[in-house]
T-cell receptor, first 109, second 113 residues
Framework: DAKTTQPNSMESNEEEPVHLPCNHS???????IHWYRQLPSQGPEYVIH???SNVNNRMASLAIAEDRKSSTLILHRATLRDAAVYYC??????????FGTGTSLTVIP | AAGVIQSPRHLIKEKRETATLKCYPI?????VYWYQQGPGQDPQFLIS???????DKGSIPDRFSAQQFSDYHSELNMSSLELGDSALYFC????????????FGPGTRLTVT
């Protein structure tokens, strides 16, 4: 079941950084933090995941609070193609993902 | 790179009919997941399989069943269809390790009339 809280929607100007927050105050020590995004009429797409340390990949960065009760997905330069619903998901050693309500990101040209 | 393949992409059925959705995972992926996404809703986990055995069960109705075959493809069988079953059905695949990402297919849009 969903154990994360995200804002329903956010806006960003094109080519500016975007910080998408996620609260997960009940996270356990074995929960990994995953981020996925879903473009309209498409399947969810993996963005990034982490456990304790901040993570970077070609798509984004993930900043994890020291107490792990919150995290922030950072898109360094938003483009129009980044407009999507972004889901923050906690995953333990089980195989299922429980999607929360996600944040709908609008990128303004 | 090969992606997850789902068929059919669109399916229209009448109430009380049956439907079978198919999912072909990425080569060498041994774990398959099924999700249901109703209109304007978030994806809901239904069921998953690892090495042809059911590994986890979510909110899958009793009218639905699924299996994974020896070639790792999976089928979701849906019987006594109801109007509320109209949704996008996504299949995802992964390698069975604790934290690998899931790769989602394009989905099958099921419409029940």
């Amino acid at each position: 079941d969903a154990k994360t809280t995200q804002p329903n929607s956010m806006e960003s100007n094109e080519e500016e950084p975007v910080h998408l927050p996620c609260n997960h105050s009940t996270i356990s020590g074995t929960d990994y933090i995953h981020w996925y995004r879903q473009l309209p009429s498409q399947g969810p797409e993996y963005v990034i995941h982490g456990l304790t340390s901040n993570v970077n990949n070609r798509m984004a960065s993930l900043a994890i609070a020291e107490d792990r009760k919150s995290s922030t997905l950072i898109l360094h330069r938003a483009t129009l193609r980044d407009a999507a619903v972004y889901y923050c998901i906690l995953r333990d050693t089980g195989n299922q993902f429980y999607f929360g309500t996600g944040t709908s990101l609008t990128v303004i040209p | 790179a090969a992606g997850v393949i789902q068929s059919p992409r669109h399916l229209i059925k009448e109430k009380r009919e049956t439907a079978t959705l198919k999912c072909y995972p990425i080569p060498r992926h041994d774990t398959v997941y099924w999700y249901q996404q109703g209109p304007g809703q978030d994806p809901q986990f239904l069921i998953s399989f690892y090495e042809k055995m059911q590994s986890d069960k979510g909110s899958i109705p009793d009218r639905f069943s699924a299996q994974q075959f020896s070639d790792y493809h999976s089928e979701l069988n849906m019987s006594s269809l109801e109007l509320g079953d109209s949704a996008l059905y996504f299949c995802a695949s992964s390698l069975a390790s604790a934290v690998t990402e899931q790769y989602f297919g394009p989905g099958t849009r099921l419409t029940v009339t």
